[in-house]
């Protein structure tokens, strides 16, 4: 989180954060400052793929300004 933090302060394009990202830190990594979050396994290795992918986006759109 302190690199998305870091890059986001030192760029003005918009940040991609891509590893280890699951529902469980999906939300943290999108306040961190990066505007995309590239999952693979956590949606793709779920029991259930599209409850899992829900969440994600769930947490995602949560953790959004409302003017971003």
């Not at 954060?17 to 943290?28: L, M, P």
């Not at 590239?38 to 995602?60: F, G, H, K, L, N």
């Amino acid at each position: 989180l302190d690199a998305v933090r870091t890059l986001r302060g030192a760029v003005h394009i918009q940040v991609a954060a891509i590893g280890g990202i699951d529902a469980s830190n999906v939300r943290s990594v999108i306040e961190a400052g990066a505007e995309v979050a590239c999952v693979i396994s956590a949606a793709v290795a779920a029991p259930d793929v599209a409850a899992a992918c829900r969440e994600m986006v769930e947490q995602i759109r949560a953790s959004r300004p409302a003017n971003r």
